[in-house]
């Protein structure tokens, strides 16, 4: 019983101390967003749109954003949750009225840390019919 005790005394500090070697002790104030130019064929910024990003696993929205007036959309940012070092794929779609224009896959992931966003595939820009 002695031993038992030792050996669950020990596992719960292993897992409230951090490594003293580690890097993540603590995330940094940095706040990280990922997103795309949205231009229309002429070149143009694509203002006035909506756009949303779905964790295509869970279908669930995480991102949506409605009548841009810059033509730079967030696919997503640090406030962005369940997505792990390992990465997961989203779709981000830009709408005009609830109507489809374009849909890109997205692979996303947080820093080593999961305190981070980052890009793994990700479109600089997309160009609408």
């Known amino acids: 019983m002695r031993t038992l005790l030792l050996v669950s005394t020990l596992a719960v500090a292993a897992c409230v101390q951090p490594h003293p070697e580690s890097r993540c002790n603590a995330c940094t104030e940095l706040f990280a967003s ?13 203002v006035g749109l909506d756009a949303k990003t779905v964790h295509v696993a869970t279908q669930t ?6 009548d841009n007036d810059s033509g ?7 406030n962005t949750q369940k ?7 989203f779709q981000f779609s830009v709408l005009d009225n609830s109507v489809e224009l374009a849909t890109r896959a997205v692979e996303l992931r947080t820093d080593e840390c999961g305190c981070h966003i980052e890009a793994v595939s990700v ?3 997309i160009t609408l019919p």
């Open 34 to 46: 990922i997103g795309v130019e949205v231009v229309r064929a002429n070149g143009t910024a694509a």
């Open 72 to 78: 730079f959309y967030t696919i997503a940012d640090d």
């Open 83 to 89: 997505i792990g070092p390992t990465g997961d794929t």
């Open 61 to 66: 929205i995480v991102h949506a954003l409605n």
């Open 123 to 125: 479109p600089m820009r």
